[in-house]
């Protein structure tokens, strides 16, 4: 049973960081891609960024890059958004989701997702 758990959100004034983390378990993730979404109140999903098994490419929306970075261990299985520069725009459910393979932007693509975790921004 895959399991992705997503643990670091909360509450912080913009201009403000947050470390998000992922934790994955029961299955070997080797050459999957794993990914952040986010999904904001009334609002559709959004890619927000992902990261190949290799750790060397990466793919980031235009709405944080620069501001947003993401990271893996493969040996503990996780994976972390490093969140900084954070604005009111930025609040949302942020879920971890994973897929075999290469990096996609679209959210049908991934097979396993977490339960999400709440980053709120206060202005």
């Known amino acids: 049973q895959v399991q992705l758990v997503e643990s670091g959100g909360g509450l912080v004034q913009a201009g403000g960081s947050l470390r998000l983390s992922c934790a994955a378990s029961g299955r070997t993730f080797s050459n999957y891609a794993m990914a952040w979404f986010r999904q904001a109140p009334g609002k559709e999903r959004e890619f927000v960024a992902a990261i190949m098994w290799s750790a060397d490419t990466t793919s980031y929306a235009d709405s944080v890059q620069g501001r947003f970075t993401i990271s893996r261990d493969n040996a503990k299985n996780m994976v972390y958004l490093q969140m900084n520069s954070l604005k009111s725009e930025d609040t949302a459910l942020y879920y971890c989701?994973?897929?075999?393979?290469?990096?996609?932007?679209?959210?049908?693509?991934?097979?396993?997702w977490g339960q999400g975790t709440q980053v709120t921004v206060s202005s």
């Open positions: 989701a994973s897929k075999w393979g290469s990096i996609m932007v679209g959210s049908l693509r991934y097979r396993y």
